[in-house]
């Protein structure tokens, strides 16, 4: 068996698409209900001040007269980080989950490693492109029998925070903590983030998963599941 990457971190910070969770899940399960479904949430929710805001907002972003449901129907195919998207997705992620129609997914081996590490008292956190909101939905409808994981967590961080390839983004994520950067390790398929946390001070894994099609990056420590890491100062983490 190959050795472990051994690494000695206060704090974990963890992507979720690609990494700890499904891109084609996510893809084709959550964006799939998001494009299928926005249209007749807004329509059935005009007279809603909230939607109206994010309407409003929509063409004041675009510039434009266009119906600002096409508008945002737009910036979905771009996958495009507008704040009023992020926040209709959001609300209509909310309805598919608690109509119980949407469920969250987790690679078996992320989820074993995230329980060893938090029953070892080993602080997770995350920071994904979807909304906090989203993110806490998303880990508290898992299919049964995993059901709600959001214990797991100390907390999450979303665009709001600064974009995930944007180094200042990793520096302000350690001063929320109170962590050191040298000790927030940061798992994330996309090497784009990495390069920018590295460049913050974080040591980072790049996580390569053959059923995602991530390629290596020689400049990163690769790890194609998470049992080939081992915290070190966390015994029973490991």
Same mark, same amino acid.
């Given at each position: 068996?190959?050795?472990?990457?051994?690494?000695?971190?206060?704090?974990?910070?963890?992507?979720?698409?690609?990494?700890?969770?499904?891109?084609?899940?996510?893809?084709?399960?959550?964006?799939?209900?998001?494009?299928?479904?926005?249209?007749?949430?807004?329509?059935?929710?005009? #007279?809603?001040?909230?939607?109206? !805001?994010?309407? *409003?907002?929509?063409?004041?972003? =675009?510039?434009?007269?266009? %119906? +600002?449901?096409?508008?945002?129907?737009?910036?979905?195919?771009?996958?495009?980080?507008?704040?009023?998207?992020?926040?209709?997705?959001?609300?209509?992620?909310?309805?598919?989950?608690?109509?119980?129609?949407?469920?969250?997914?987790?690679?078996?081996?992320?989820?074993?490693?995230?329980?060893?590490?938090?029953?070892?008292?080993?602080?997770?956190?995350?920071?994904?492109?979807?909304?906090?909101?989203?993110?806490?939905?998303?880990?508290?409808?898992?299919?049964?029998?995993?059901?709600?994981?959001?214990?797991?967590?100390?907390?999450?961080?979303?665009? #709001?925070?600064?974009?995930?390839? !944007?180094?200042? *983004?990793?520096?302000?994520?350690? =001063?929320?903590?109170?962590? %050191? +950067?040298?000790?927030?390790?940061?798992?994330?398929?996309?090497?784009?983030?990495?390069?920018?946390?590295?460049?913050?001070?974080?040591?980072?894994?790049?996580?390569?998963?053959?059923?995602?099609?991530?390629?290596?990056?020689?400049?990163?420590?690769?790890?194609?599941?998470?049992?080939?890491?081992?915290?070190?100062?966390?015994?029973?983490?490991?």
């Amino acid at each position: 068996m190959a050795a472990k990457l051994t690494f000695a971190p206060d704090v974990v910070l963890l992507d979720i698409e690609g990494t700890i969770a499904s891109q084609p899940y996510v893809t084709a399960v959550l964006y799939s209900y998001l494009r299928d479904n926005l249209p007749g949430y807004v329509a059935a929710r005009r #007279d809603d001040p909230v939607v109206q !805001e994010i309407l *409003s907002d929509t063409q004041a972003l =675009a510039g434009d007269d266009r %119906d +600002p449901v096409e508008t945002l129907l737009g910036w979905l195919a771009e996958d495009r980080k507008a704040p009023p998207l992020k926040k209709i997705q959001g609300m209509v992620w909310v309805d598919g989950f608690e109509t119980g129609r949407l469920k969250g997914h987790m690679y078996d081996d992320a989820l074993a490693a995230l329980k060893r590490w938090h029953a070892a008292g080993v602080p997770l956190w995350i920071f994904s492109s979807g909304s906090v909101l989203s993110q806490t939905l998303f880990f508290a409808n898992q299919p049964e029998p995993t059901g709600d994981i959001r214990f797991l967590f100390s907390g999450h961080f979303d665009t #709001d925070i600064g974009a995930k390839v !944007e180094t200042p *983004s990793y520096g302000r994520i350690a =001063a929320a903590i109170g962590v %050191d +950067p040298a000790k927030l390790l940061f798992f994330s398929d996309n090497p784009r983030e990495l390069v920018a946390a590295t460049a913050a001070g974080l040591p980072v894994v790049h996580v390569v998963r053959a059923e995602e099609g991530t390629a290596s990056d020689p400049r990163f420590p690769e790890i194609a599941s998470f049992a080939e890491v081992e915290l070190s100062n966390w015994p029973k983490a490991a």
